[in-house]
């Protein structure tokens, strides 16, 4: 099985339980694995606004935050994608790589308590600035889902999403603001922490299934396609494990002094 997670292998073998050090040490013996992780750096100050937000959230009711993103899929998979463990001896499969870089699609989702927002495919060749961010949302967000809750959800919901500046922006801000979710409704975000967001750990969900065992598409609307039946099957209690993580989270960044808390 080549390209393959340490759990894929053991899974194919029948094999349960036991702890991914234990995984890992085992198949070192037989395989090799080639693996990159990106992460933006952290400077004192990025530690320091770290853990003032996680104390200035901590006794946040957090099933009524609503965690959003923006997740980009291409046709051919994600960077690094392409690597994983493999035998000994065994070659590595043939990946198309298409000559423009194949394209892909912009998705955008939320999360609130057991509840999965989208997703919704931003347009395709749309550059999201501040206004073209605040249409996107006026046309999906605010029209097929916000608009259908009562006033007392909406003045209770508190709206997370992160520091691009389409998103911070005065004139998304201000707007936003106009539509109900004024300052007190805005999560304030720290700098360099997608760690800290839950939604990240749901697109990991979503790119596991979508590119299971190498698979590439031929068209964006095939990729968009998979995106959604893949987020369909994502149930409530997965989606509410997901959103109770967050006083742990939390707590983590306290522990570790503003560091990565590897989530």
């Not at 899974?11 to 070192?28: D, Y």
């Not at 933006?40 to 006794?59: R, S």
């Not at 605040?134 to 809750?149: A, I, V």
Request: with cysteine; charged share 25%.
């Amino acid at each position: 099985m080549p390209l393959a997670t340490s759990l894929a292998i053991f899974q194919s073998c029948n094999i349960t339980g036991g702890p991914k050090s234990t995984r890992c040490a085992i198949l070192r013996d037989m395989a090799k694995v080639r693996k990159a992780e990106r992460r933006p750096p952290l400077n004192k100050t990025h530690k320091l606004k770290l853990q003032d937000w996680a104390k200035k959230y901590l006794k946040t009711d957090f099933s009524k935050v609503l965690w959003t993103d923006e997740m980009r899929v291409s046709l051919d998979g994600p960077d690094g994608w392409a690597r994983g463990w493999i035998g000994k001896g065994q070659r590595a499969p043939v990946r198309l790589r298409r000559q423009q870089g194949g394209g892909g699609v912009l998705v955008w989702a939320g999360i609130i308590k057991d509840e999965l927002v989208g997703p919704f495919w931003v347009e395709d060749g749309v550059k999201l600035n501040s206004q073209s961010y605040c249409q996107f949302l006026e046309d999906t967000f605010f029209k097929q889902w916000y608009r259908k809750k009562s006033a007392s959800f909406k003045k209770n919901m508190i709206f997370m999403q992160d520091n691009a500046p389409s998103h911070a922006s005065k004139y998304s801000t201000a707007w936003l603001a106009r539509k109900g979710i004024k300052e007190g409704n805005l999560m304030t975000w720290p700098p360099c922490s997608p760690d800290l967001n839950p939604i990240e750990n749901l697109w990991s969900i979503i790119k596991c299934a979508i590119y299971k065992e190498g698979k590439q598409y031929t068209s964006l609307n095939s990729v968009w396609e998979a995106v959604v039946a893949a987020a369909r099957n994502v149930d409530g209690e997965q989606i509410k494990t997901l959103t109770e993580s967050m006083d742990g989270r939390l707590l983590s960044v306290l522990a570790k002094k503003g560091g990565y808390i590897g989530r």
